[in-house]
């Protein structure tokens, strides 16, 4: 039975020792299979987001430590930006890029679809709001949008699909961009340099809707003298429509009021710079 036992022994230790060491290559196998997945996906979820890309189909594979890169792309320009987007989304591991650049024959079909599928993307971001047709080569382009600066990137994507020759744009600034805001220091009505490009803003919103006038309303905080306040606030109301009228905006555009009190959404627990400011509303004058 000793014997017997020995035998057994012999035969069933490594056995045992053998099927741990296949549970662990099999767990560690997974293990890397699923952080190649979450790489891949990854990869595959950022090449999607930019509209530049988003219109054609790449395929990302991660295996032995590379990420492979395959498709076809219209020009190295966008083979070398597929590039770059990969890299940052697994910066250690090396890079296959097996895109190919090639000139293809522009159906206009699938022009009209990726001038869709972009302006769907840029829709997606917010304070964007546009509408696009294309026609013969050429995008017309219409919205609103929070900052003019983004107009320049809209045009820049969609000029980038191939077949599109031209973008012609009439984008205005959104209304919106006047929720914003124009704070004081205490007991003075300067306007600090740095709104300058507020000011700027504003009136190219004024330029781009000329039936619009501005309401320009001041306010303040509750420290001192009632009365004073509220001259201090119509001073803050009026040094911002001087500002605007040296930008060239039609001073009978601008109506101008002061509050001694605090803006009606301001706390009294609330830091007292949020209560020094100057607020705008956009009206129709038939429209009060």
């Known amino acids: 039975l000793f014997l017997i036992a020995i035998i057994a022994g012999g035969i069933f230790i ?3 020792y053998s099927r741990y060491r296949l549970e662990q290559q099999q767990q560690l196998a997974a293990e890397i299979a699923a952080e190649n997945d979450r790489i891949e996906k990854r990869a595959t979820e950022a090449l999607a987001d930019r509209p530049s890309l988003a219109v054609y189909r790449l395929k990302v594979e991660v295996e032995e430590g590379a990420i492979a890169l395959s498709g ?3 020009n190295q320009r966008l083979r070398q930006e597929a590039e770059e987007i990969a890299k940052k989304a697994a910066p250690n591991l090396q890079l296959d890029n097996k895109i190919v650049a090639v000139e293809v024959p522009v159906d206009p079909e699938q022009v009209t679809m990726a001038v869709e599928r972009v302006t769907g993307a840029l829709n997606q971001i917010r304070g964007l709001s546009v509408v696009t047709e294309y026609a013969e080569g050429k995008v017309t382009l219409e919205g609103t949008v929070t900052d003019m600066a983004q107009s320049e990137i809209i045009v820049r994507e969609l000029e980038q699909i191939p077949g599109v020759k031209s973008v012609v744009s009439t984008i205005k600034l959104s209304p919106l961009t006047l929720k914003t805001r124009i704070y004081f220091d205490p007991n003075s009505a300067k306007l600090k340099p740095a709104y300058g490009e507020t000011i700027a803003q504003i009136e190219q919103f004024l330029s781009q809707y000329p039936e619009k006038y501005l309401k320009i309303e001041g306010y303040s905080d509750r420290v001192g003298n009632s009365k004073k306040n509220q001259q201090l606030a119509l001073q803050r109301a009026e040094a911002v429509r001087d500002a605007l009228v040296e930008e060239g905006v039609d001073p009978r555009r601008l109506e ?3 509050n001694a009190t605090p803006p009606p959404d301001i706390e009294s627990n609330q830091p007292l710079l949020l209560s020094r ?7 129709e004058p ?3």
């Open 14 to 16: 490594p056995w045992r």
């Open 72 to 74: 076809k792309l219209p």
């Open 256 to 258: 101008v009021s002061g």
């Open 277 to 283: 400011c100057v607020l705008f509303e956009p009206f």
């Open 286 to 288: 038939g429209a009060q």
